[in-house]
DNA sequence: GGTAGAACTGAATCACATC
DNA sequence: GGATGTGATTCAGTTCTAC
């Protein structure tokens, strides 16, 4: 776990055991362009945003840029940065799974320049998420707003993916029962949890709050899933990752901040397994043909269905089609035909007589999952 | 107060009484070209977002949400929504004083681009805001964060400006004298604030609500500033200024428009000098979520909850769901299901094991909120 | 007239498996 | 890969309707 690799020791195509739970040191750029297209299922980059550049940064044609305050060079520091951001931004996009997506997080001096960039190289914005901070650090000055949030972009790799993973039910079970919204409140990273030095000073300038990753990580991947983090620091994603149950890959360049990441991923145990269970809601679920609630004798041909209010009737029949009047077909299509909708769920829309009650066609769906489980197993 | 001025009618070296206080009708970079140059004090902007929606969003009970599929936020590609952008923006440039400043509102489809050129043109970023809406549009289909947020950017016209207006000390009064955040909270436009149109429908697609333009003005401007809205639509931005004793200058094509904002403002009776303080935000209820007390640390996943008679016991998930026997899902859907009740309040149902006691976990709740009700909820 | 419940609404980039 | 069919999904309000 959580070992560390020089980018000269991966082969050219270099297999998951190489790199998978271990801190590529190097290059963002260069170390993404080691690993295989299409092998993790989540970035997530709090990439630098100085804009004095601090000589990390260079043109495209490799030239050095000096960081100056004034006009021209201000908008030539620009460019630079702008040119730094499309370079691991497509290289971490190589790296992502068609269904994968990217987490971003800036504050108002880089975010734009990012964001425009996600943008431009074809990802395709989910949410921009804000994390509100609980405890910022104060305007000194008394010039401007306490800048008291920081803000998260979440993109997928593609335009059209519909398959990414958003553990919608779990979040929102976890939220008191209403769906989670894209403020988000926590804490900034302080305490304990905060790394020190030898001298007591803080390891990272700005290690991130583990609490902000696990709303993250918990989100948008699923056990056993793969999590990379080209600008890793102190390591907060392959902590949380591994709490978690996930796999991480680090890139970092900084020998100081690798030695404290391996240190703090090591202490780290992993959760148990029933306790990483994500809450997964009806879209999860085994489909069931409504036929198969005739084959199972727990309705039978004949039988007339009702929607809540008796408004509507049909009759069911030996071929798992319903019929009322001139509507025939299937459960959805006779529902929505009768309301004059183009769709409707006829699971939640037909009911049953029992004892003189209407029971909903859904309860027999869930009996019959029940059966087909234990044949099944 | 509020004429309308076609830009035919305003000559080239235009004075003031020629267009304060009115709205100029035609186009915006045409008509910010007719004024003259360093005459306003602050621009409030809120451009078309480009939202590029694709097919129609039906709500669960069926019915279709009524898109803003308006012509004027119809662009072919992000080329052209950057080429609109720098226009409007270098129009804008001009007219500012020196020490003026703007701010722009805008969603994740559009204030990336907004905000790099924003960097690009020369302002200087003071601060990105956060409207935080309490009552945002849900998440229909469940497949992203509830979108319960727009930015907004504010920024003064140079780097250098030093001298821009901000009224810290009126704003830190008017919040508990703590100083104000960069994330406010506001309902969205609705009710009686919310113009229609004769059919009694909504006036325009995206009215903006009265007391974010109060903040916005309370906040940047003095009392006899100039305050310009390019995109002056159903003219909150002058019925606020108006009561507020601010001049005002609306630029706007559509005569709906116009003519709504003209008998809107007219009504506008302007506030006393001495009661011109600053009105509030909403304060919300701290609501807490139980998977906060997961992030806070003060409950761990793999945590066993009891109730008070020790009858039901279930087991705390890393999602922020709990699960006892085959029932799994939030603390008051367990607990509902567990007694076969249709609801339950999780927070005094539940109880976790300390020192061979039991304690409710909503003390943990007590304790989570006294972190979060510094950041207002 | 008052109240309870139904209906409606808001800047929205809102499926997916199978054939 | 495109067409087709199944079936999953909402929060905080305000306004309207029925009684």
């Known amino acids: 776990m959580s070992a560390v690799r020089l980018l000269s020791q991966l082969s050219q195509a270099s297999q998951p055991s190489e790199w998978l739970d271990t801190i590529l040191k190097g290059d963002c750029v260069a170390a993404l362009e080691k690993l295989p297209a299409n092998s993790v299922d989540v970035i997530f980059a709090d990439p630098p945003y100085n804009l004095q550049l601090a000589g990390d940064l260079h043109r495209p ?20 940065y702008d040119a730094f951001t499309r370079a691991w931004l497509l290289a971490a996009r190589r790296v992502l799974k068609p269904n994968g997506t990217i987490w971003v997080i800036g504050s108002y001096h880089n975010i734009f320049r990012v964001g425009s960039m996600i943008q431009d190289l074809g990802f395709w914005i989910l949410n921009d998420i804000v994390w509100r901070k609980t405890n910022p650090m104060p305007n000194f000055r008394g010039r401007r707003f306490q800048n008291a949030h920081e803000t998260l972009i979440w993109a997928s790799r593609e335009s059209k993916a519909k398959a990414y993973t958003f553990n919608y039910e779990a979040l929102k079970a976890s939220n008191d029962d209403v769906q989670m919204r894209s403020d988000w409140l926590f804490p900034i990273c302080t305490g304990g949890e905060r790394l020190k030095d030898d001298q007591g000073n803080k390891l990272h300038p700005t290690q991130k709050p583990e609490a902000l990753l696990a709303r993250i990580i918990m989100s948008s991947t699923k056990p056993g899933d793969v999590i990379l983090d080209p600008f890793f620091g102190s390591g907060t994603t392959g902590a949380v990752a591994k709490r978690l149950g996930r796999h991480f890959v680090g890139i970092e360049r900084e020998q100081t901040y ?22 997964t809601g009806k879209r999860a679920e085994a489909r069931v043909a409504f036929v198969s609630l005739l084959d199972m004798n727990l309705l039978a041909p004949g039988t007339v269905l009702y929607d809540a209010k008796k408004r509507y009737k049909a009759k069911v029949r030996a071929d798992g089609t319903i019929v009322s009047g001139d509507f025939a077909g299937s459960i959805h299509r006779v529902g929505a035909l ?25 309860e027999l769906r869930r009996i019959a999952r029940l059966g087909i489980e234990r044949a099944g197993a």
Do not use: M
């Open 61 to 80: 044609d490799q030239s050095k840029v000096d960081a100056v305050d004034d006009h021209w060079d201000q908008f030539d520091s620009f460019a630079a």
């Open 258 to 279: 690798i030695d404290a990441a391996v240190e703090r991923i090591e202490a780290i145990r992993p959760l148990e397994r029933a306790d990483l269970t994500v809450l």
């Open 338 to 362: 009768l309301q004059g909708f183009d769709t409707c769920n006829g699971w939640t829309f037909w009911h049953y007589e029992r004892n003189g009650g209407l029971n909903l066609i859904d």
